[in-house]
């Protein structure tokens, strides 16, 4: 079965689709993006994931030439086409095809482009631990916004699977983590306190990191919104991260230290199985 793409109103082979040489995506990242995790052919957290697309969009100054009924209606179809149970949809908005020239395209229309990405198996409640990395965060300063200009991103990863590692942990100038390369970052301190970055302009705003702390929230678990630099994250009785993709995994080694005594903790591993609970239960 071949993969189907989506390309500007066109539904077409994954291999054959592509996208003008001038798309504003290519030339200047001037666009955003989604990613939505698909469980048993159902969007995940879908409400949050296209709120957050029309607020990119508006933050960028792109202005939306369709509706969310009919963008709701696009990736039913990927769904389907792609045969997808469990995966991902990748939706991408760019400023369009114009002329090269950095101010705003006159008459051009947003071009919409998405992907659908199959996983091999539904994501499990257990948890592999997996280890990271800190490196410097030298994004700019709108981090809040999706955008498709993610560079400083993939180098950072690029680093952490050169050494062996799932994730990299980013660190801004002040010595604080923002969040990790594609992940929000979470401790449980060694009093029990759960812990996440205010979000503000410094991190994305993960929709999974909302939905976690709602699942936390029914749990009558309090979560902290509040810096903490890296020595509080390696002393830390359990460190995980959270995404459309990753759910929520724990984090077992950092750098060269080891978290807690290595095993995944408690909280990280009861918000897992409840996130897949909560999803197939249709929650979220
Ligand atoms: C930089 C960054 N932070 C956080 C996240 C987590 O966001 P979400 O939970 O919406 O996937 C992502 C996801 O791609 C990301 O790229």
């Known amino acids: 079965m071949s993969r189907i793409a989506y390309v500007n109103g066109r539904y077409i082979p994954h291999s054959q689709a592509s996208v003008h040489v001038e798309d504003r995506g290519y030339q200047f990242a001037d666009g955003i993006y989604e990613v939505v995790m698909v469980l048993n ?9 296209l709120k957050r697309l029309y607020n990119s969009l508006k933050l960028i100054k792109i202005k939306a030439n369709f509706s969310e ?5 696009i990736i039913a ?18 400023r369009g095809v114009a002329r090269r020239d950095h101010k705003f395209p006159t008459a051009s229309q947003p071009a919409i482009v998405m992907t659908a990405k199959l996983l091999a198996s539904m994501p499990s409640p257990s948890q592999k631990g997996v280890a990271a990395i800190t490196v410097a965060d030298e ?10 200009q993610l560079l400083p991103n993939c180098l950072a990863k690029q680093e952490a ?12 100038p002040d010595g ?31 929709i999974t ?9 029914m749990h009558q678990l309090k979560v902290s919104e509040r810096t903490f630099d890296v020595a509080e994250m390696l002393n830390a009785r359990e460190v995980f991260i959270t995404s459309a993709t990753s ?7 950092i750098d060269d230290t080891v978290i807690s005594d290595g095993e995944i903790g408690v909280v990280s591993a009861a918000l897992r199985e409840d996130y897949i609970q909560h999803a197939h239960g249709g929650v979220l």
């Open 139 to 148: 994004r700019w300063a709108r981090r809040d916004i999706k955008t498709i």
């Open 69 to 73: 009924a009919s963008l709701r209606i």
């Open 209 to 217: 990191r909302q939905s976690v702390q709602r699942i936390a929230g």
């Open 41 to 49: 052919g159902q969007p995940i957290d879908y409400d949050g994931h």
């Open 176 to 206: 604080s983590v923002s969040e990790g390369s594609s992940s929000n970052v979470w401790l449980v301190t060694d009093k029990g306190e759960l812990v996440t970055r205010k979000a503000n302009e410094n991190i994305l705003n993960g």
């Open 161 to 172: 699977a050169e050494k062996g590692a799932f994730e990299a942990i980013l660190v801004m």
């Open 77 to 94: 179809r990927m769904i389907r086409l792609n045969h997808l149970v469990n995966g991902t949809i990748y939706v991408q908005v760019t």
């Open 247 to 253: 759910i929520v995994t724990a984090v077992t080694k």
